[in-house]
């Protein structure tokens, strides 16, 4: 069982950045995969990066690669997302999962453990 909380959410002006993180419960955060997920109103939640259980390799979606960093510290069970030059379309609930899965995950019905999520507003 792993319990996850998010924080590092608010509302900012476009063009800065922000880092999302997600404590994690439990002695056996190191084996899962890590990924964030968000969800605007009115639109279904969408994959936006994800990190294996070492750190070794992550993956992106298109529409924030380059300007987000997912990354883990496994010695504090936590992940991270570093959101840079933030834009209004990047306002959303973000929200962080573990799965059991080996490697990267970007689907969503993979993933086993969800966090309550974290409000992420920007305005232009």
């Known amino acids: 069982q792993v319990q996850l909380v998010e924080s590092g959410g608010g509302l900012v002006q476009a063009g800065v950045s922000l880092r999302l993180s997600c404590a994690a419960s439990?002695?056996?955060?190191?084996?899962?995969?890590m990924g964030w997920f968000r969800q605007a109103p009115g639109k279904e939640r969408e994959f936006v990066a994800a990190?294996?259980?070492?750190?070794?390799?992550?993956y992106y979606a298109d529409s924030v690669k380059g300007r987000f960093t997912i990354s883990r510290d496994n010695a504090k069970n936590t992940v991270y997302l570093q959101m840079n030059s933030l834009k209004p379309e990047d306002t959303a609930i973000y929200y962080c999962?573990?799965?059991?899965?080996?490697?990267?995950?970007?689907?969503?019905?993979?993933?086993?453990?969800w966090g309550q999520g974290t409000q992420v507003t920007v305005s232009s």
């Open positions: 999962a573990a799965s059991r899965t080996i490697g990267i995950v970007t689907a969503r019905n993979r993933y086993d453990y």
């Open positions: 439990g002695r056996t955060f190191s084996s899962y995969a």
């Open positions: 990190i294996s259980w070492r750190g070794t390799s992550t």
